[in-house]
């Protein structure tokens, strides 16, 4: 008989309730017991950054994180960095703009590191962005036009700052 433990989820702002096994990862939680497939599965060792997800708002490797020891903290994925309305977040539409990506096997991972790159104030330079990027591995070799893009929308969001205040 498996074991299986309760787990209240809050992801992209709603709660999920799910019955799993202790040894369930965050990324198996997501992508086989809540349909939310963005998050990618790639090496599953932690090595390619395709399941990178955020917990409290900091990048985390989903492969790497079983789904019970992010019980009570706010998860967000790649379907929940969207605004309210629809709109595509600056880093998504920047993705698109400079086609920063071929196969887009990797651009969900890629778009939620470069979230944070920006949010955590990284991306003064293109070598900042390379080196903090750098965990997030991209077979088609897509970087010049990922690094365009988190400049891109790294500068925007310091202007959208700049007329707020």
Not at 32 to 45: F, N, P, S
């Amino acid at each position: 008989m498996t074991r299986t433990i309760h787990l209240s989820l809050d992801i992209n702002g709603r709660r999920h309730e799910l019955d799993v096994e202790p040894r369930v990862t965050l990324l198996d939680a997501l992508r086989e017991h809540l349909a939310l497939t963005g998050t990618k599965k790639g090496c599953d060792q932690g090595q390619c950054g395709a399941c990178t997800c955020h917990v409290d708002g900091k990048r985390v490797l989903s492969c790497l994180t079983l789904a019970a020891q992010v019980e009570g903290r706010e998860i967000t994925t790649i379907e929940g960095i969207t605004g309210e309305n629809g709109d595509l977040h600056p880093v998504q539409a920047a993705f698109i703009e400079h086609d920063a990506f071929q196969c887009g096997y990797c651009t969900p991972g890629q778009i939620m590191s470069a979230v944070a790159c920006i949010r955590e104030g990284h991306a003064g330079s293109d070598e900042e962005i390379r080196e903090y990027m750098s965990g997030n591995l991209c077979r088609c070799g897509a970087y010049n036009s990922i690094v365009a893009a988190v400049r891109e929308a790294a500068q925007a969001t310091v202007k959208e700052k700049m007329e707020v205040a």
